[in-house]
Structures are given as C-alpha cells and as structure tokens.
C-alpha cells in the first residue's frame, strides 16, 4: 500500500491549536492516532479541520477546496488511487486538471462526492503514451489519420504542415491535457453517479448505526441532483438532526412513510438566509407521494416544501455557485 496523500489534522485546545500529520490510505488505528494528536477527541466543541498538504499522484489536489469532507471520504479516495494503475492515475490526474481550467472545477469548493465519482469514470477516456507536445501532438494525428481535413493533404505536401498549430487545435478539440509524456483526452470524461455522497461504495453500514449529524453541501451540489427528485423543506432552524427525526416521525404518522422506512439520507445547504433540508427520494423509501403532495401543500406555510425539481430553476438557475454552504465548516469532519 502507497502513501498517496499527505494531510494535516487542525484541532484546538486551551492555548492555542494542535496539529497531526497523516499519511493516506492509513489504517483505522493511526487515523485514530492523528485524531488524538490532534484533540479531535475532546469534548470541548473546537475546531476540527483538514487540510491537503500534498498529493504526488494528483499535484492538483492540494490547491483545491473541498466544500465537505470526512476523513472516511479521503481515506476511501486515497485507497482507489492506490488501486489503480499508472494509466488511471496518469488519466485522472489530466480529468482534474481539464476540469480545472476548462469547468471552473477548482474557482469553487469541490466535493468530495465528485472526486469519489471521478475515480470511476475514467475508462472512456483515451491516453496516448509518448505524445508531451503539440507538435507531438500533430505528429500523432498525421500517423494516425486523426483528421479529415489533414487526410486530406496528398502525401507530399505534408511537409507544409505547422504540426504544433495541428497539435493545438487538436488539443482544443478533444479538451486534451498533457501529463508528463502522456496526451489525455479529457474532454471525453462524464461524471459517473456512483457515490450518492452517504454512502460509500462497498462499504456496508451496520443497520444499528446512526448518522451524527446531518451533513452539509453546497448549492452547486444541490444543482448537481436535478436528476433526481426530493422534498426540500426551508426555514429549518435549530438541531437539524431533530428535524430529520421529527419529520420522519411526522411523515410515518400521516401514512407517507409505509413498511417502517423512514428517510435515512438528508442533507443541509444554505440560500437567501435560509437553513434548508433537502431529502431525495430513493427506492428504498415506500413513499405514498399522493399523500406526500397534499402533506406538503397543507403544511406550506410552516415548512417551505417543494420538490427538489421545481426548487432548482426557481431558485438555483442562473446564479453564481461560487459561495459554499453557510453556516458549514469548510472542511471538516
């Protein structure tokens, strides 16, 4: 097992702040020996922050800020940088940086939802080995007949041809980045939905454990959901666990919630002042929607419901995803 990524553990203590370094994939034991470095375990509500000090695979990681994270989350993505072969790393390392400068991938917070997603998304994108400039680059393209208008040029008159300006214009195409001595067509990556951003993948959580805490995410990830639907409920002020528990509660008693299911994945983002929850629908929570629909039209005055589909271009489209969520540690656990 390598060691991918090199973080840095913030905790507080009476005077002043303390700091652990820990090295990832790491086992449970020396992650609860940074922790402990680094007063995670005291009592006393202090800061608890994380901080990507380097990443040799991925250059690009230790520059970005990330919108939420967990240790579990990091650990689990340093783990699937290990498993891959220098190919994937060489192709996710390219995804990333494209992503950066092409997307806005890195003028934002990023979540580690999305860079778990990054991880197995990476078969459909193509590397050429060798090809580090754009007049390699072009080269490329001549040999390989990549180009209608380049084929077109008789055999002896290929000469003529500025092979770096092929190569740029190549690049432009394909959203392709260089990587050392490798070409990587970035472009052609789609963000895979494998992690729904609670549970990790192959990972099984015991039916006894309960959440902690509601986790926060950012409103550009509640614009990244709008394939899928929920109840986004506004206005919810206090312990938001309490909330989760009572709506559940309130939802099981009105006959929505069917077969002792209950909403186990909730999230909390901030807009226009307001603390919001959102819980999306899943298969494995027996809805009465028609129930649902005339629950949340009667109680909408105290609650705020709407659908998770018309929340999103009435209130999200068209704004500037930017800011991260209010009232939520940047990065913590």
Same mark, same amino acid.
């Given at each position: 097992? /390598?060691?991918?990524?090199?973080?840095?553990?913030?905790?507080?203590?009476?005077?002043?702040?303390?700091?652990?370094?820990?090295?990832?994939?790491?086992?449970?034991?020396?992650?609860?020996?940074?922790?402990?470095?680094a007063n995670?375990?005291?009592?006393?509500?202090?800061?608890?922050?994380? +901080?990507?000090?380097?990443?040799?695979?991925?250059?690009?990681?230790? #520059?970005? +800020?990330?919108?939420? #994270?967990?240790?579990?989350?990091l650990n689990?993505?340093? *783990? +699937?940088? !290990? /498993?891959?072969? !220098?190919?994937?790393?060489?192709?996710? *390392?390219?995804?990333?940086?494209?992503?950066?400068?092409?997307?806005?991938?890195? #003028?934002?917070?990023?979540?580690m939802t999305d860079l778990i997603n990054?991880?197995? $998304?990476l078969d459909s994108v193509m590397?050429?080995?060798?090809?580090?400039? !754009?007049?390699?680059?072009?080269?490329?393209?001549?040999?390989?007949?990549?180009?209608? *208008?380049?084929?077109?040029?008789p055999?002896? /008159?290929?000469?003529?041809? !500025?092979?770096?300006?092929?190569?740029?214009?190549? +690049?432009?195409? @394909?959203? $392709?980045?260089?990587?050392?001595?490798?070409?990587?067509?970035?472009?052609?990556?789609?963000?895979?939905h494998v992690y729904d951003g609670v549970h990790l993948p192959g990972i099984e959580q015991p039916a006894s454990e309960e959440p902690h805490s509601v986790p926060w995410i950012s409103k550009q990830d509640v614009r990244r959901m709008a394939d899928r639907e929920g109840l986004v409920l506004q206005g919810c002020g206090g312990d938001l666990q309490e909330w989760v528990d009572g709506i559940n509660g309130l939802l099981t008693e009105e006959g929505i919630l069917r077969n002792g299911t209950k909403f186990t994945e909730a999230y909390a983002f901030s807009h226009d002042g307001l603390t919001n929850l959102l819980?999306?629908?899943?298969? @494995?929570v027996d809805l009465n929607v028609g129930r649902l629909a005339a629950w949340r039209l009667a109680t909408y005055d105290q609650f705020g419901g709407?659908?998770?589909? *018309?929340?999103?271009p009435n209130h999200l489209e068209g704004m500037d995803m930017g800011e991260t969520a209010e009232n939520a540690p940047q990065i913590s656990q």
């Open positions: 097992m /390598s060691r991918l990524i090199l973080m840095e553990l913030v905790g507080e203590k009476e005077n002043g702040y303390c700091y652990a370094d820990l090295s990832l994939p790491a086992s449970a034991e020396e992650i609860a020996e940074a922790q402990e470095r995670w375990n005291s009592e006393a509500n202090g800061i608890r922050d994380i +901080r990507i000090k380097h990443c040799e695979a991925l250059p690009k990681l230790a #520059s970005l +800020r990330l919108s939420r #994270s967990t240790l579990d989350e689990f993505f340093a *783990d +699937r940088l !290990d /498993s891959m072969e !220098d190919g994937e790393r060489i192709i996710m *390392d390219g995804v990333l940086q494209y992503l950066s400068q092409k997307k806005g991938f890195g #003028s934002e917070p990023v979540s990054m991880t197995y $998304g590397i050429a080995s060798n090809v580090g400039t !754009d007049r390699q680059l072009g080269q490329f393209v001549v040999d390989n007949e990549l180009n209608e *208008d380049v084929n077109a040029i055999e002896t /008159s290929l000469y003529l041809l !500025d092979l770096e300006q092929v190569g740029r214009l190549q +690049r432009d195409v @394909d959203g $392709g980045v260089f990587v050392g001595n490798c070409y990587v067509v970035a472009g052609a990556f789609e963000m895979p819980f999306p629908f899943r298969e @494995d709407t659908w998770l589909s *018309d929340y999103i």
